[in-house]
């Protein structure tokens, strides 16, 4: 048996002797190499090595999560927890763990990305590439990220699972208010393609040049798979029946309803091989594909064993984290890797059947007024490039997007046949996404 | 209790390997805990001790940094071959500079009166649950009703290879609430934040269940009588909370050096501010924006930073002049300036970067009522919901949570869905009256790769603004 399922397995039994009713246990392992660099060159190089459990006990109905720092005192800590855990508030809406006789799906982790020991060599290479097409200055960072996590739970869940990626961002500027950006994300060390997201990331800069003011109006918006991460990753994640609970949802009430157009289809996928591919949700069922948006209609949340059962139905596999983030609680309902299915234009189509529009490269601060009705505003960045009868013309800058998600989704007429995988950041969630083109889109602008 | 010989040992290793700009080590303790409270329920309870450690070498080739979740000399020795590595694999061609700072031996802490630790899951379901009935007492119908309460004592330990040892023990607390308000088929929502550092009896100084209790209210009655305020130029009065996020926004970030010098390049932004334009005029003689740690009991409160810098009021803008930017040791070395005690990291594991504390505008010398009664034509933005800002700080949005018409020097009924969209120049020049009264608001400020969100304070007086575009 692998060592963290052994540990994670061990840490259940610890639970259960001491007087717990449910327990799960998922001992976690990773490893991240990171660089940084700005002004074309290399800031700062990281490397975090961390090793600990997620131990989540319920003891009458009253439960209590703990991230396990110190796995050599981890058998004292549980059982600590479980004392704790005795003197809590019984937590009502608590309808258990997953239960069953699972079987995973085996995965292949690619031996080159974990004895990977110099990734510098791809930071040089962008910021090479970036300069050589025209940048005059490249930023950006470049991950590698290494993990394995064994889970057990007292409800039959046994398993270990492990990934690793790489993930490159670069930001090249061809003067100071045009910019590019550019990710590579890959679980193969043959597929980063270093060189080529400088070169795209420059390329945007030269098309970016000598923008102007942006003016205010309803206009056709052609965006690249990196802004509809952004655009993706906010809407999926209103799909977690904790939101709808909450009222943080637009898509409250909305099951079998249509919410975007018959060309938007969005799939939780943590299946397909991809920087956040799991075999198990953190309750250790095992993952599968759930379709969130069919053809524009609302087909499913997204639930852990505990919001299906308040909801009447079956869990989807996607319980979250056992520890509570920031402002995330312990095994919310999370997606973990989004997906927009592709649909039968190329880019350069969309672009040419477009007559007044912006190509949209890059967004951040997607921010809701209203997350119920889905009013919001975000803020594009980099090339933001102006299309006047199916060619692109010029460069603006200082605009915002402010519409509402709804209404973005249900004017989505056109999605490219190509998909990329992305992630940036804070804004685009991990996802394999096409361009897509969303008709008469609201832009506004400072006074 | 932290191991004082373990991180000695690294920086001997780190020192022992040849010629460096700057070795630091820093080891960490923490308890936490944390629950939320859902519709009046239990919704989760957790808890989590942490021990662990870095390192940081700075070599004129770069720097490198290593930590990991363990604290022993076994596992130091390896961070420091790891972060010695990864310095020197950095090939820079232009050297790195710190700033030149004075040693420091430091012990610091913040008391508790009602140590955090000693506070039952019961008392803390029960002060959660007083808010819940707060926001149930008002009769109207609100879903969410999410309350979130997390708090801690994170001990620290930083050594540097020039004599610099500072401890701190910091006790903290905050508290997140979401309601969503419904009347008539429409809903508005409430996100609020408290926070502090110190005991459990900071709690009481918040006054969150009133304050709860009449958002609801307020915004119950903005559903029911608001008005959207036909777009066009107006004076503005912004509340404490406007004013807060705006110097938070478009002062405090676009102030900070690594911005500034394109450290943050692609992920938070470069800033529209350049290093020589300190003593350029960014705003009228009232827009004065100090960023202070030293606050008492403030959520951003330290008193040396992770660099042991001493903390210090920041003036960054002053009196409408660009006046001071936010340093740590690497970015005020590389501008030939002085660290001004800005270097936060959110947790070992992250490398310390140039950050916001508490960040607010200065106070002026009119009351409230007067600057009300000043304004003929007006809005009235008490708070805000949706807002952003770009990557160089220079285009905020502002959507008003509570807002009023003012008409004759008068509050008038309520304001539904204001919209303040404007450069930054363009706010801080507008700016002609401040109140003489500060009030602050938590807040969690994202920044850096991997994200920190770090603990910090903005707020203000009331501020009017004349002459600006609403819609």
Redesign the interface.
């Known amino acids: 048996m692998s060592r963290l399922k052994e540990t994670a397995e061990r840490l259940v039994e610890v639970a259960r002797d001491a007087g717990a009713d449910d327990a799960i246990a998922e001992v976690i392992d990773s490893s991240t190499d990171q660089i940084r660099f700005s002004n074309s060159m290399i800031d700062t190089s990281n490397f975090w090595r961390e090793v600990h459990a997620h131990v989540f006990v319920a003891v009458d109905g009253r439960t209590i999560s703990s991230d396990v720092r110190d796995l050599k005192g981890a058998p004292s800590t549980v059982r600590e927890l479980v004392r704790m855990a005795k003197l809590t508030p019984v937590n009502e809406g608590y309808r258990g763990i997953a239960s069953g006789r699972f079987k995973y799906r085996r995965t292949r982790t690619d031996p080159r990305m974990l004895s990977l020991r110099n990734p510098a060599r791809f930071v040089h290479d962008a910021i090479g590439s970036a300069l050589e097409n025209g940048a005059v200055d490249v930023g950006g960072t470049l991950f590698v990220r290494r993990g394995r996590w064994g889970i057990a739970s007292s409800k039959g869940a046994l398993a270990e699972d492990g990934n690793a990626s790489m993930d490159l961002s670069v930001r090249a500027f061809t003067q100071p208010e045009a910019s590019g950006q550019a990710v590579c994300v890959t679980t193969t060390v043959s597929k980063m393609k270093a060189m080529d997201t400088g070169a795209r990331a420059a390329d945007l800069a030269v098309k970016a040049k000598d923008p102007v003011q942006g003016e205010e109006g309803k206009v056709d918006l052609v965006m690249e798979p990196l802004i509809m991460g952004s655009m993706t990753g906010h809407s999926a994640s209103m799909a977690s029946a904790l939101a709808v609970e909450l009222g943080m949802s637009m898509y409250a009430k909305k099951i079998g309803k249509r919410v975007a157009s018959e060309d938007v289809t969005i799939i939780d996928d943590p299946s397909m091989g991809s920087m956040t591919r799991r075999t198990f949700d953190h309750e250790g069922m095992p993952t599968r594909k759930n379709i969130v948006i069919k053809d524009g209609m609302l087909k499913s949340y997204l639930h852990n064993t505990s919001t299906a059962r308040r909801f009447k139905t079956r869990s989807t596999a996607n319980a979250g984290p056992m520890i509570a983030g920031q402002f995330t609680t312990p095994n919310e309902p999370v997606v973990f890797h989004t997906v927009l299915k592709p649909g039968e234009w190329k880019l350069d189509e969309i672009i040419e059947d477009t007559k007044n529009g912006l190509y949209l490269n890059n967004t951040w601060y997607t921010r809701f007024q209203n997350s119920s009705t889905g009013d919001f505003s975000t803020i594009p960045r980099d090339a933001l490039l102006l299309i006047r009868n199916g060619e692109i013309v010029s460069s603006v800058k200082n605009i915002r997007v402010s519409d509402n998600m709804l209404r973005f989704w249900k004017s989505v007429d056109a999605v490219s046949r190509t998909v990329e995988e992305v992630f940036w950041w804070g804004e685009a969630d991990p996802g394999h996404l096409p361009a897509a083109r969303a008709r008469k889109i609201n832009i506004t602008r400072s006074s | 209790m932290i191991d004082e010989d373990v991180a000695e040992h690294m920086l001997d290793l780190a020192t022992a390997k040849g010629p460096l700009v700057l070795a630091e080590v820093r080891l960490e303790t923490s308890d936490r805990r ?1 629950m ?1 409270v ?1 519709q009046g ?12 450690m870095n390192v940081r070498i700075v070599l004129d080739t ?9 604290i022993s000399k076994s596992s130091g020795a390896v ?1 420091v071959r ?2 010695l590595g ?2 020197k ?6 050297k790195v500079k710190l700033s030149r700072e004075k040693a420091v031996t430091a012990d610091w802490k913040v008391p508790q009166k009602r140590p955090l630790r000693d506070v ?3 008392e803390r ?1 029960s002060y959660l649950n007083s808010l819940d009935a707060a926001v149930m007492d008002s009769g109207s119908k609100v ?2 009703r ?1 309350f ?1 309460i ?1 708090d801690g004592e994170v001990e620290r330990l930083l050594l540097n290879s020039e004599g610099t040892r500072v401890r701190s023990q910091v006790p903290i607390i905050r508290m ?1 609430s ?1 309601n ?1 308000v ?1 009347s008539k088929g429409q ?3 409430s996100f609020r934040e408290w926070g502090s550092t110190g005991g459990w009896e900071r709690i009481d100084g918040w006054g969150a269940a009133p304050a709860l209790s009449e958002e609801i209210r307020v915004l119950k009655d903005l559903i029911d009588h608001g008005k959207a305020v036909k777009p066009g130029s107006y004076d503005l009065l912004c509340g404490p909370e406007v004013a807060g996020i705006a110097a938070h926004e478009s002062c405090g970030h676009p102030m900070e050096a690594d911005r500034i ?7 938070a ?1 470069k800033s529209f501010v350049k290093p020589d334009m300190l003593g350029e005029v960014i705003g009228s003689k009232h827009a004065t924006v100090i960023d202070d740690p030293t606050v008492p009991g403030s959520y951003g409160y330290y008193e040396y930073d992770q660099e042991g810098v001493r903390a210090k009021p920041r003036f960054l803008y002053r009196k409408g002049v660009i006046n001071e930017f936010l340093h740590n040791r690497e970015t005020a070395g590389a501008l030939g300036s002085k660290s001004n005690g800005s270097s936060r990291s959110e947790v070992y ?1 992250k ?1 310390p970067i140039t950050r916001m504390a508490n960040t607010f505008v200065a106070p002026g010398d009119q009351g409230e009522d007067e600057l009300v009664q000043s304004v003929r034509d007006g809005v009235y933005m008490k708070s805000f ?8 700080r ?4 502002y ?1 008003s949570r509570e807002a009023y018409f003012v008409k004759g020097g008068r509050i008038a009924g309520p304001a539904r ?1 204001c919209v303040l ?3 930054t120049p ?1 706010f801080w020049k507008s700016l002609d009256g401040v109140s003489d009264k500060v009030e602050f608001v938590a807040a ?1 400020c ?1 920044k850096g ?3 920190q ?1 770090m603990e910090v304070l903005t707020g203000g007086p009331m501020l009017r603004l004349r002459g ?2 609403l819609k």
């Open positions: 944390n939320t859902k329920e239990v919704h989760s309870v957790s808890t989590s001790s942490d021990a662990g770069g720097i490198g940094f290593a930590s990991t979740n363990s961070l790891k972060a990864l310095a694999a950095g090939k820079r061609k232009r039952s899951d019961e379901m879903q969410g999410y979130d997390a997140f979401f969503m419904s809903s508005e929502q010098l394109g450290r943050e390049m692609s992920q932004g594991s490398e919901t949706e807002w952003n800002i770009d990557d160089k220079y285009n905020q949005k959507v869905g969209e404007i450069t363009r969690e994202g790769d991997p994200i969100g600006v575009h």
